[in-house]
């Protein structure tokens, strides 16, 4: 019986998720590039240089998608840190929260570092 209990409700759950959450489906992947003002163990800001917008990021307690350009080489999130250019791959999906998938770190001339 709990187990036929357990299976309806997540097969209503999973054909549910679509009409509850569209945004969730249609939600892409977006870039910021800018200099890291804030950094700590749940967010992170960053200024976009050129527009003056700020934008303050979610990211996990245990967060590790620091990259270099060709994505070979990673770095710690101790990496990161204020005055350093980045490039902040993120979504949406999360409650509506921006939050970063990915942090690219670059260097002075707004390149990735490892791009040759």
Known sequence: MKKRLFHLFATLALGLTPLVLPS???????????ITLHVSTTNIKVRNP??????????????DQIFSDDGKTTFQMRAVKP???V????DQRALGM??????????SENERIGKQ
């Open 24 to 34: 969730v489906a249609s939600a892409k992947t977006s870039t910021f590039y800018g």
């Open 50 to 63: 050129r527009t003056g917008q700020v934008l303050s990021f979610e990211i996990l307690p245990k967060f």
């Open 83 to 85: 005055g350093r250019y």
């Open 87 to 90: 490039a902040i791959i993120y």
């Open 98 to 107: 921006r939050h970063a998938d990915r942090i690219y770190l670059m260097n």
